[in-house]
């Protein structure tokens, strides 16, 4: 088998357990949920924002300010991160479109422990759908009566 070829018996060698690693197609940042600073921030960032990574550790996030634009030019990173205080999760927010440089990312947020976590992917049509038909899916299952379901679709 060629070992490129992913199925259930080779996920293993897959990288994404690999402890320390994020995927080189984006990065990840978590951002301390109480002062805003970044707690930590995937090496690979400069190669999407072209700032030495040591460089923003213990920064506020607003240092990022000049490299991630948001899709929403009225909001800012640590307003779209509090949020979650609206909302128990992000699930109606992620994606968030967002611009670095000229390329177009998405920026899915969750949360962990005391940290937001920022996780920047390019922009795909693939992950639209998916997440369109994910959230139908969702929508159209969260009501259970034949009733409910009939009045939504």
Not at 51 to 56: E, K, P
């Amino acid at each position: 088998m060629d070992s490129n070829q992913v199925d259930l018996t080779n996920c293993d060698k897959e990288p994404i357990h690999i402890p320390g690693r994020i995927q080189s197609h984006g990065f990840l940042i978590a951002v301390n949920q109480f002062t805003f600073t970044i707690d930590y921030i995937s090496k690979n960032s400069s190669d999407f924002i072209g700032l030495d990574a040591s460089a923003l550790l213990g920064k506020p996030i607003s240092e990022l300010a000049d490299y991630i634009t948001l899709s929403d030019g009225n909001v800012e990173l640590k307003q779209l991160l509090m949020l979650d205080g609206l909302k128990d999760s992000y699930e109606g927010l992620n994606p968030y479109q967002v611009k670095l440089g000229r390329e177009s990312f998405y920026l899915i947020v969750s949360k962990s422990g005391g940290n937001y976590i920022l996780e920047f992917e390019p922009a795909t049509l693939e992950y639209d759908l998916q997440s369109t038909i994910g959230k139908s899916v969702s929508a159209i299952l969260s009501g259970r009566k034949l009733v409910t379901m009939r009045s939504t679709i």
